[in-house]
């Protein structure tokens, strides 16, 4: 437009875009169609008029040139130092981004977290990614973070727990003029819940993923024995499976979605599969042993217990409360009188049993003789008389034992009395093996 003259000679404005323009009489105004990963670029010559030439842009710019514009209408006002006036504008029309695809979704297996990932397909003009979480309302999307183009192309979602629902995302592309692509298609996770029936079978019950295509679930287990291991695969049309006679323990179950391709989010760094959120649970340990013991010759300690565990989780660690504290399924060079061993599985279930050595077959324990064999007081303060009445022994002698099944003293038989003192030991249970040359007998004293 032309405002005013001066020396017969028109104020004249050219606005360029690139340096293309067309004709048009007094003002010559062209559009550049945005090219991905530039700013637009607004140039304008100045025709006529008498320089110097003072620029006033809507964009607040007051040079003579405008860079790093966003697209729409731009107008400039151009005055000269004879005070004409002549105003141009300019329509830039920029082209989005282009739209960035979510690789995949998944449950971080380090936090627990939701972890969104893509690949960097464009690499010219990109400033940072928006990340976008379905909101309450079905389809509506709102912001929740932002990653900048120069980190790892992934995005962990600290707020929303994989243990209480499955989560949908989009993400965006921002290029370097600030103008956001549209966003991406959705990709949801997993979301995994697990029951327990009255017969301890355990039910998986989990929806579909959203977000690749893939045709099978693959189903994982953990215990403390195995760690992750997969038990089994499912068509992708189903989202239900029974583990009939889990073991027992404490188990953890997940289930798998491998991508096709796989997600590559730098040289060192990759994803390969959607997991969704690990659910744990506790059944009562089924660990059961049972006991066998050989017999021991006249006070020789040479007797031995083993113990059999059934069900549980192999392998199995033992532990016998005899002297030496063995810790073989076999517990040898054993005196007579009761043992307990602990046995523990890989699950860490334990269970305890007890097993009593005795004389072996062949040596008689006289009747005549445990009935006999008397002690008093009993309970006592610690100190106990050992009598063996009308009958006598020759030879023999007492040992005595803590509940553990330690040998804690021994000395020898009298012919008819014996004093015991065991008033240094502590209140409790304990067990004398009086060894005569008519046989053994074993009584429990009590110290108060």
């Known amino acids: ?25 007094k003002l010559r105004i062209t559009s550049l169609t945005y090219c991905p990963g530039k700013c637009s670029k607004s140039n304008i010559s100045v025709a006529a008029g008498s320089p110097p030439y003072t620029y006033s842009w809507s964009t607040g710019s007051t040079t003579q040139d ?33 739209v960035e695809s979510i690789c995949l979704v998944s449950v971080d297996t380090l936090t627990g977290k939701n972890l969104i990932t893509w ?27 932002n990653v900048p183009f120069d980190t790892l192309s992934e995005f962990l979602d600290t707020v929303s ?11 965006s592309v921002i290029d370097s003029c600030y103008n956001e692509s549209t966003p991406s298609s959705e990709h949801k996770t997993m979301h995994l819940n697990i029951l327990l029936d009255i017969n301890n079978d355990i039910s998986l019950i989990w929806d579909h993923y959203q977000g690749f295509t893939f ?29 009939f006679s889990p073991p027992g323990g404490n188990l953890s179950y997940r289930v798998v979605a491998k991508h096709p391709d796989g997600c590559t989010i730098d040289k060192s760094k990759n994803y390969n599969s959607s997991k969704s959120n690990s659910t744990s649970i ?51 060079n054993l005196c007579v009188g009761p043992y307990d061993v602990i046995v523990t599985d890989a699950d860490g279930n334990t269970i305890t049993v007890s097993v009593n050595v005795t004389l072996v077959s062949g040596v008689f324990i006289d009747d005549d003789l445990k009935h006999a064999v008397k002690i008093y007081p009993n309970p006592s303060q ?12 020759t030879e023999g002698m007492i040992n005595v034992y803590n509940i553990l099944g330690n040998k804690i003293l021994n000395f020898e038989l009298q012919a008819h009395k014996s004093e015991i003192d065991l008033s240094k030991y502590s209140p409790g249970i304990y067990y004398l093996q009086v060894i005569t040359d008519r046989g053994i007998a074993n009584k429990k004293v009590v110290i108060e």
């Open 66 to 98: 405008i860079v790093n514009v966003q697209g729409g209408i731009h107008e400039v006002i151009v005055t000269d130092s004879s005070g004409c006036v002549a105003t141009a504008s300019i329509n830039i029309f920029g082209v989005l981004p282009s």
């Open 119 to 145: 690949e960097k397909t464009q690499t010219q003009g990109v400033k940072s990614y928006n990340i976008y979480k379905e909101s309450t309302q079905a389809g509506t999307y709102y912001l929740i973070g």
């Open 282 to 332: 506790s059944l009562q340990s089924t660990l059961t042993a049972s006991t066998s013991s050989n017999p021991d010759t006249s006070g020789n300690c040479v007797g031995n217990a083993t113990v059999t565990v059934s069900a549980g989780t192999a392998p199995y660690t033992y532990l016998w409360n005899d002297v030496s504290a063995q810790t073989n399924a076999t517990a040898t």
């Open 382 to 393: 610690g100190v106990f008389t050992v009598e063996l009445g009308e009958l006598s022994a």
């Open 215 to 243: 045709f099978t679930y693959y189903l994982h287990r953990y215990t403390p024995s195995t760690g992750w291991v997969e038990f089994d695969s499912i068509a992708n049309n189903l989202t239900s499976r029974t583990d």
């Open 1 to 25: 437009s032309i405002d005013c003259q001066f020396n017969g000679h028109a104020l004249e404005l050219t606005v360029v875009m690139f340096s293309f323009y067309t004709h048009n009489s």
């Open 161 to 171: 727990n994989p243990l209480q629902q499955a989560w949908r995302y989009k993400i």
